[in-house]
């Protein structure tokens, strides 16, 4: 399995053809985020999620966890899942250090990095999947989003703040513009994930307007910080519903 096909869940789409032909039937996928345990993971599994995200030390938001529960967490995970290490590291070596401490098969990094770091991050860790997380404000996150595509397998477009004292790097439970989202997949030559304050009763109409490979969702499917289950089961039911309308 490819970086990519990792990164995508084993969906086996390229970075050119990730956008389904008109009239072609397509589920988009679902990662579930902020995992912290093993039953979580094998929950979001069962109800259809293609992605696990762990949320490691950040310098705010909900659901992060010690870097050795991660790799216990990971471990347990079948092939086929993509499990995305959400990092605020800015330059290479120590995210190398920290997905080989956690096994995660993909990188989610949530700020923006030094430069030559996607190279250095490619020759240390082949075959990991790299995903830059954008933080939508305006239009010149359309213009980041280009400058990053040609190094990275997916973006991620999320809510946040990261020019803020304590940076906010996702985890807000706001949803943010999305007319820029769907500017920004509309160009993007690699798959779009969405954040940002998803529910299920918005899950619909964010497919609707910004037309992503995939959801990504947090808070939207918790009570009180645990993974819901009736929360995660309609999210999941919107998703396909939206999919394959009656």
Known sequence: MTAA???TGGSGMSSSSWRP???????????????????????????????????????SGPGPIEESLIAEIVAEIPPGIATFLLTCETTAAPIVDQQRRT?????????????????????SLPGIGIVQVI????EESVDEAMRVAPHV????????NPKLSIKQLGGTGRVHNWDVSRAIRDVSPVPIYL?????????????????PFALDVCSGVRTDGQLDV??????MRAVRDHAQPS
Request: glycine share 12%.
């Open 5 to 7: 096909e990792r990164t």
């Open 21 to 59: 032909a008109d009239g072609q039937p397509f589920i988009p996928r679902v990662k579930i985020c902020c995992i912290a345990s093993v039953r979580e993971a094998w929950l979001a599994i069962h109800v259809g999620a293609s992605a696990l995200g762990f949320v490691s030390k950040m310098p």
């Open 103 to 123: 096994g995660a098969n993909t990188l989610q990094l949530v700020d923006a990095v030094e430069d030559g770091t996607y190279r250095q991050l490619r020759d």
């Open 135 to 138: 933080h939508v404000a305006g």
């Open 153 to 160: 397998d997916a973006i991620l477009l999320d809510s946040g």
């Open 195 to 211: 954040a940002g304050g998803l529910n299920g009763e918005n899950a619909s109409l964010a497919l609707s307007q910004v037309g």
């Open 230 to 235: 009736a929360k995660l089961t309609h999210f």
